[in-house]
T-cell receptor
Framework: GAVVSQHPSWVICKSGTSVKIECRSL??????MFWYRQFPKQSLMLMAT?????????EQGVEKDKFLINHASLTLSTLTVTSAHPEDSSFYIC??????????FGPGTRLTVL | QQQVKQSPQSLIVQKGGISIINCAYE??????FPWYQQFPGKGPALLIA?????SEKKEGRFTISFNKSAKQFSLHIMDSQPGDSATYFC?????????????FGKGTHLIIQP
């Protein structure tokens, strides 16, 4: 089946630093990738949608200058949290699709900002 | 504005019983309704999905019932097992599961008692 990986699985950083999270589709080419955010015991909230080679489309209320998304190839998308602060601590989950029919989720990345 | 409302927030079912989780949506443009299972610290995994042209879909112990006129859909887990204990999310999207980001319900924490 379709496999999506994320790296790192968890990261701890100091306030003010930037953190990059990678999302890879391992056995298919992902024309579209999505980034979600999940706070503890809460639902997943869509942050942005990215298509390979195009600029990401951000959801209302998501700061595009803070959450930089790059979808440079059909198998890799990155999310960079710039100047991270404690309120950015969350579970970040990516998903990927190669057709209109289904998106496949990664295992998530736990970000803790001290 | 919460476009997908999910209930109950938590549910306890005896082993062998039927677990029922309900969702209601507002946006009539939604045309793809999946259910996801999530274990702590993991990404969500697709269980089963339905499109509005059918009223019911069954896969093993999992059944989706869909009521287009009421804008409601539900997940039934038959013969519930302790391994089914997890958080379940309903979701909805436009244009299929892979073309558009998903709007998730708030989740149901299901506990199956042995």
């Amino acid at each position: 089946g379709a496999v999506v990986s994320q790296h790192p699985s968890w990261v701890i950083c100091k306030s003010g630093t930037s953190v990059k999270i990678e999302c890879r589709s391992l056995d298919f080419q992902a024309t579209t990738m999505f980034w979600y955010r999940q706070f503890p015991k809460q639902s997943l909230m869509l942050m942005a949608t990215s298509n390979e080679g195009s600029k990401a489309t951000y959801e209302q209320g998501v700061e595009k200058d803070k959450f930089l998304i790059n979808h440079a190839s059909l198998t890799l998308s990155t999310l960079t949290v710039t100047s991270a602060h404690p309120e950015d601590s969350s579970f970040y989950i990516c998903s990927a699709s190669d057709s209109p029919n289904e998106q496949f989720f990664g295992p998530g990345t736990r970000l803790t900002v001290l | 504005q919460q476009q997908v409302k999910q209930s109950p927030q938590s549910l306890i079912v005896q082993k062998g019983g039927i677990s029922i989780i309900n969702c209601a949506y507002e946006n009539t443009a939604f045309d793809y309704f999946p259910w996801y299972q999530q274990f702590p610290g993991k990404g969500p995994a697709l269980l089963i999905a339905i499109r509005p042209d059918v009223s019911e879909k069954k896969e093993g112990r999992f059944t989706i019932s869909f009521n287009k006129s009421a804008k409601q859909f539900s997940l039934h887990i038959m013969d519930s097992q302790p391994g089914d204990s997890a958080t379940y999310f309903c979701a909805a999207s436009i244009g299929g599961g892979g073309a558009d980001g998903l709007t998730f319900g708030k989740g149901t924490h299901l506990i199956i008692q042995p």
